[in-house]
C-alpha cells in the first residue's frame, strides 16, 4: 500500500471514527445536582417557605383557576384540582404530541392548551406566567422519577439529543459530555461540576437571583463554552431535553429547585 | 409583587413566635447597566414594616446589598389576639402589603 493510499485510508477512518454514533450512557451512580451545591443552597431548597422559587409556584397556583383567553375557561375548568388532577403528569414530557407527531415539552403543552382550549394569546417562554406555571404543575410530580418514553417516534429525537450532547461546539470546543460525563464531581473554578441533571427546574438559581427554565440553563452552558445560544423552545434544546430526561434515570423531580 | 407570610396561627401570650416574609422583588442594585448599556435605575424595597394590632413591632429598611426576593424572620412576643399588617415600598414608589391574623390563648 502507498504512503498515499494509507493517510487516505487514515483519514478516512478518522472521518469514520467521528461520524460513530455515541451510546448513551448514564453517569454512575446517579446523583442530583442538589448534592453539590452545598449545605446552605439545600436547606434553602428543603425550607418550603424560605425557597424563593415558591413565589413563582404561588403565581402559577392563582393562574391555575384564573380564566383566561375567548373562552373565559381556566386551566382548572378542564384539570380540575392540580393536586390529583397533575400529579405524575410533568413524569411523562418531553413526549410525543398526539396532534402534531412532534417532540413537546411541558412549557409547549400548557402553551398549546391556551391556544387550543382556553384561545387565549401565548405566554413567553421565559414570562413569570409561563415559569410559574409550569413549576406548579411540575411540581405535582415531586419525588416522582420521570418516565418518559424513547422508543418509537420519540427515538430520532433522542439519538439527535444525545448526538448534540456528545458534540464539541463553540471557541471552546467542549461537548456537554466533557464536563457532565466525564468530569463531574471535579472543581470548575471555585464549583464543583455537577452531572447535569434537569429535574430542579424550572427553578431558582442564586446566579440568576430569579427562577428559570431548563432552557435558560442549557443558554448559559452554552455560553460558557462560547458557543451559539438557541432560543428557549428551539427543536435542539427540546431534543437535549428528551436526553437529559432519560439519561436522568430515577433521578427524583425536584421543581420548585435552588442551584447556585 | 407576590409576597408570602409565615405566621403561627396560634400562641399562648408571652411566648416568642417566628414570623417570615418573603416577597418577590428584583432588588434592582443600581448598579448594572442593560444590553445597551443604558444604567438601570436602583430600585429596591427600602422600608418593611410590621405592626401588630396598629403597633410598630419591626421596621427594616433595606439597601442595594439585600438579595433579590428578600427573606425577613424576626421574632415578636405573642401579646393578644388580632392582626399583623405588612407594609413594604420600594424606590419607585410601589408599594405592597398583607395581612395575617394571629390567635393568642392565656
Known amino acids: 500500500m502507498s504512503l498515499r493510499r494509507l493517510s487516505l485510508g487514515l483519514f478516512a477512518a478518522l472521518v469514520a471514527g467521528t461520524a460513530v454514533a455515541q451510546t448513551a450512557v448514564r453517569p454512575a451512580p446517579l446523583k442530583s445536582g442538589i448534592e453539590f451545591t452545598g449545605a446552605e443552597v439545600r436547606a434553602l431548597q428543603n425550607d418550603e417557605f424560605a425557597n424563593p422559587a415558591m413565589l413563582w409556584v404561588l403565581r402559577g397556583t392563582a393562574l391555575w383557576t384564573q380564566p383566561a383567553g375567548k373562552d373565559n375557561r381556566s386551566c382548572a375548568s378542564c384539570h380540575g384540582d392540580a393536586?390529583?388532577?397533575?400529579?405524575?403528569?410533568?413524569?411523562?414530557?418531553?413526549?410525543?404530541?398526539?396532534?402534531?407527531?412532534?417532540?413537546?415539552?411541558?412549557?409547549?403543552?400548557?402553551?398549546?392548551?391556551?391556544?387550543?382550549?382556553?384561545?387565549?394569546?401565548?405566554?413567553?417562554?421565559?414570562?413569570?406566567?409561563?415559569?410559574?406555571?409550569?413549576?406548579?404543575?411540575?411540581?405535582?410530580?415531586?419525588?416522582?422519577?420521570?418516565?418518559?418514553?424513547?422508543?418509537?417516534p420519540a427515538r430520532a429525537y433522542f439519538e439527535r439529543g444525545r448526538d448534540f450532547y456528545y458534540k464539541r461546539v463553540g471557541q471552546m470546543n467542549l461537548a456537554c459530555a466533557h464536563?457532565?460525563?466525564?468530569?463531574?464531581g471535579k472543581k470548575l473554578g471555585p464549583e464543583i461540576i455537577s452531572q447535569g441533571h434537569g429535574n430542579p427546574y424550572p427553578?431558582?438559581?442564586?446566579?440568576?437571583?430569579?427562577?428559570?427554565?431548563?432552557?435558560?440553563?442549557?443558554?448559559?452552558?452554552?455560553?460558557?463554552?462560547?458557543?451559539?445560544m438557541l432560543p428557549q423552545g428551539a427543536p435542539e434544546y427540546l431534543d437535549l431535553e428528551l436526553y437529559l430526561a432519560w439519561r436522568s434515570g430515577n433521578l427524583p423531580v425536584e421543581t420548585p429547585g435552588v442551584r447556585r | 409583587m407576590a409576597a408570602r407570610i409565615a405566621v403561627p396561627a396560634n400562641?399562648?401570650?408571652?411566648?416568642?413566635?417566628?414570623?417570615?416574609?418573603?416577597?418577590?422583588?428584583?432588588?434592582?442594585?443600581?448598579?448594572?447597566?442593560?444590553?445597551?448599556?443604558?444604567?438601570?435605575?436602583?430600585?429596591?424595597?427600602?422600608?418593611?414594616?410590621?405592626?401588630?394590632?396598629?403597633?410598630?413591632?419591626?421596621?427594616?429598611?433595606?439597601?442595594?446589598?439585600?438579595?433579590?426576593?428578600?427573606?425577613?424572620?424576626?421574632?415578636i412576643v405573642a401579646g393578644s389576639s388580632g392582626e399583623l399588617r405588612f407594609d413594604w415600598v420600594d424606590d419607585s414608589g410601589v408599594a405592597g402589603s398583607e395581612r395575617a391574623a394571629i390567635l393568642v390563648a392565656g
Open chain 1, 83 to 152: 393536586t390529583t388532577g397533575m400529579k405524575s403528569v410533568a413524569t411523562h414530557y418531553p413526549q410525543i404530541d398526539k396532534s402534531s407527531g412532534s417532540l413537546i415539552n411541558l412549557e409547549g403543552r400548557i402553551q398549546q392548551c391556551r391556544e387550543r382550549r382556553q384561545n387565549a394569546s401565548p405566554l413567553k417562554y421565559e414570562s413569570e406566567e409561563l415559569l410559574g406555571l409550569t413549576a406548579f404543575v411540575r411540581m405535582q410530580s415531586r419525588g416522582m422519577p420521570l418516565a418518559i418514553s424513547i422508543d418509537g
Open chain 2, 11 to 75: 400562641a399562648r401570650r408571652g411566648d416568642n413566635i417566628e414570623i417570615r416574609v418573603a416577597i418577590q422583588h428584583p432588588m434592582e442594585t443600581g448598579y448594572r447597566t442593560d444590553d445597551n448599556g443604558t444604567a438601570i435605575p436602583k430600585n429596591v424595597i427600602n422600608k418593611l414594616a410590621c405592626r401588630y394590632n396598629g403597633v410598630e413591632v419591626f421596621r427594616a429598611e433595606m439597601g442595594s446589598g439585600i438579595s433579590a426576593n428578600p427573606y425577613l424572620s424576626f421574632f
Open chain 1, 203 to 228: 427553578g431558582y438559581r442564586l446566579e440568576w437571583q430569579t427562577m428559570g427554565s431548563l432552557h435558560r440553563r442549557f443558554r448559559s452552558c452554552l455560553s460558557g463554552v462560547r458557543a451559539e
Open chain 1, 179 to 184: 464536563c457532565h460525563q466525564d468530569n463531574w
